[in-house]
């Protein structure tokens, strides 16, 4: 029996392997969204562009969440923290205190905040920030187009969120749940510079 065991057949190694992938696989599913660690997904987590070394924001405009037509270009001269999110992104749900603390913390005539609002139905969209109270617009991206253009955030990566420098250019990413007490800091050292 003990033979057995240390030299397991190739079906058994086979269900052994299939039940792992399985496993694999469900905890994708569970932990979508970005909601996962850094090891296990590189690029989670925050970067912090030196200046210089900055990515270039590419034009972001379309309708929003409230009827209206919004260009990012008109906030040239602010610092823009832009955040893509979606009300079925049980991530995106629990981040939103860290985004209304910083939102009211940061906002000003030169501190701008704007959602992305992806893959979402427009009702469940607008009655999530109804419910939450958030007091900026988001622009709809249905099917992740927009999101897909954003530098150095990967296709479909909700919550992501990018603080964008005066000149245009990506100062810090955030992938994943913003973390406690972190979003604030970041948006008033990129409003000193």
Do not use: H
């Not at 792992?20 to 987590?45: D, F, Q, Y």
């Not at 893509?84 to 205190?97: N, R, V």
């Not at 100062?171 to 973390?179: E, F, Q, S, T, V």
């Amino acid at each position: 029996m003990g033979s057995i065991l240390r030299s397991p057949n190739r079906r058994v190694r086979a269900r052994v392997a299939a039940l792992v992938l399985t496993a694999a696989g469900i905890c994708l599913l569970v932990t979508g969204c970005g909601r996962t660690t850094g090891e296990l997904t590189p690029g989670v987590g925050i970067t912090k562009y030196v200046v210089g070394e900055r990515p270039i924001l590419p034009p972001v405009a379309g309708q929003t969440l409230s009827g209206a037509q919004l260009d990012l270009a008109k906030f040239a001269g602010s610092v823009l923290v832009l955040n893509s999110w979606a009300s079925w992104c049980a991530p995106c749900i629990e981040e939103t205190p860290e985004l209304l603390a910083a939102s009211s913390s940061t906002a000003s005539s030169d501190v701008v905040f704007v959602g992305l609002n992806v893959k979402d139905d427009p009702t469940k969209a607008r009655k999530f920030v109804e419910q939450l109270q958030i007091p900026y617009d988001s622009i709809m991206d249905p099917d992740g187009a927009r999101l897909a253009t954003l530098p150095d955030v990967p296709p479909g990566a909700l919550p992501s969120t990018l603080v964008i420098d005066r000149t245009g250019l990506v100062a810090a990413r955030i992938i994943g749940p913003i973390p406690p007490g972190v979003l604030a800091g970041i948006v008033e050292a990129v409003k000193a510079e």
